[in-house]
């Protein structure tokens, strides 16, 4: 059973807007053992949508819409799959009252306009959506499923997972297995990792290996094929375990698992609480820690001192460093450490100081080098250096600003496994 | 001239990794007028991969790879460039020099592994990246150009902006030209902004005219296309100054300008101080902020005091609030930001406290109550309420702390603009 993923708006097409659902798609797709052979990225063209929708149906037994069912005159896709299905749009009654009961909810007058979101092809069903005004499409062409979601990522992802997945199972259109799983390592370099793992790489191979870096995360994806889900997750295991034993203290974690993550429970296991002092990162590595929800375990505060003055003021660095050694220093990044945890009271903390470009940068200090203090409070209360890194990262400022912040969390993780 | 695109790994057709290289070309495409008619992903499969490269150069004027150059075994692209050329790899000396030198340059020895990264078909170039260790890859098949170009999202950029993009001139591969312009608006729905310009919107018509919505941000899209790139600007700038009057002061910025870049510029242009005391969103207002370079021109300090002791001792609010309202509450907000102004000398502060979910909500206080507080600092040196909001948001915790930073954002912008 293959899928195809047609991502529908000139929004997309002319880059202007990244395609954040064909990869949520693909990727909960390849769970319930169906392969996306196709993804299509195609602009507001009523025809040519049509026709794609047309061709891949005789090609493929699943095609998934996104995007174009709003209620702006650039949303084509009913119209498209009225055309596809030589069927014509029709006013769907139960439809439309929910869109009213979603603006009813949230208190806000329904505007005409919204009215064209009930309008579906003659032979289509709509497909509820509690989430959002857009309910999405269903149809049937040939023996194909067509499914249209709206665009909008958080209405799309829990209309899937709550409505279009079940249908799936339903149907039976789950063939064979594929499951992958991703491992995700932080500290060594991406031919570092492949080295370690070189010999289980051979191609063509199931499961298949590979390796992709990203902003100083270096991830192993494994994807094993069989006919059963079972006996792909044996083959997957059995992988899994071999390379696994080679990364070591590398590995932090898997799938969708992040360092943040996989930090913020490590801190909650061992109980201890950490704060932040954060610099050229700009608030970057508390965002990051507070993406994940119950960050409040763990994180008591994150001041971030972008100014000179704040250092001083909130952190109580001390005046004679920053003239001496300048902000972006190793004795600068530990006074930072040292000054949360005698603000906070935290265990742990974590600073960070540095040059994130494009501009500031000199010869004796260019841009990336970055310095990551770590600090301990020992048993009377007072902060006591742990570890002082210097860094040098190339590529841009959100490359390297990530880059300080995975480095920064990394250093934390090994220190708490290491037992200091 | 129309190009394909072709994005190249598993990793990506899996969804394991989000393809941030094709939006990036599609617009920098879109700028010299060359637009993508195709946008295809597929896996490590050099057959399948040669086969598109075949197919594709037979309809497209350029095919641009992206990924799969190398060091490792999933790295397939050289393979299946050779087998569509019907070329033979051979060693590149002087690729093999530059990427010995940039391991020279990082202080990293050179595995023996990145030696296949200067292998290519024997009728192809290389194209220098002093960026990584991947050079990219110049062919042509029959009327067609190939560029490949590593998958490293700022190796590929820098390597696009620096060498490709200049190629594409030198060879006049820009035919008519498409411009395009992104007008940003906040502070309003999508429906709202879609009324008020409904009349412009007749498709098809050019410039076409598309309207997205994303994190409380709605954008309005709008696309000319002419024989030349000025007479596509007229056009494009005509239409654009019709839309910009209706939007008014919900319009906030255009393209790649972001609202927080918006912000920060307006706070320099009027020489105004700001610091943030950030609870629910955890620092995600000032990495956004931070992302755009120069903003210690304006940020003094972020306070993120996750806990409730944090933002009684770094903020001084009063525990009594804390007691009777909750530290979810407009008094709160109110509390934390007069704290920020009064801790750093700000001249204005921003304070938002919330529940983002997905556990904390209750019948009272539901996930995505949000409470926005703005002060500014009088003559005399103290924090003066000037706004506090209370928001209600849907999705998800990213959604919801998106949702909240901008509303906040937006919040100073128009107090700013408003004078006050």
Redesign the interface.
Known sequence: MSAAIISQ????????????N???????L?KIGIA?Q????LG?SPGRLAQAIKSLSASSGLVLLTGGL?????DITRYALSEALASPLQLDQPALEQIEQHFAR?K?PM?P??RVQAMIPATARTIENP?GTAPGIAAKLGQTHIFALP????EM?AMFSDRIEPELRRLGLAESAIV?R?LHCCGA????I??LI?DL???PENP???????DGVI?V?I?ARADSPAAALELLDEKSRRICSRLGQFLFGRDQQTLAQVLGELLVRKNQSLA?A?S????????L???V????KF?????????N??KI??LGVPEKILEKHGAVSADCARAMAAGAIA???ADWALAVTGI????GGTSEKPVGLIFIALARKDSSGKPVDIDVQECRF??????I?LRASHAALDCLRRALLGGR
């Open positions: 708006g000139d929004e997309i097409l002319s880059g202007q807007v990244p395609d954040t064909f990869p949520f798609l693909a990727r909960k390849a996306v196709t993804h299509l990225v507001d709003g209620p702006t005159a650039d949230l806000r505007s306009v919204n989430w665009g909008v990522p958080h992802r992958s991703s370099g991406e031919s570092d492949f080295s070189k790489m051979a191609r298949q290996v590979g390796i992709t870096a990203k991830t994806g994807t932040l954060e050229c990162t700009g608030g970057l590595i508390g965002k820690l507070t993406d929800p119950g960050a409040s994180l008591l505060a994150d001041l971030v001192t972008y100014a003055q704040a003021q909130l603000r906070t009271g994130a470009g494009p501009d190339t590529g841009d400022r959100q490359h600003r």
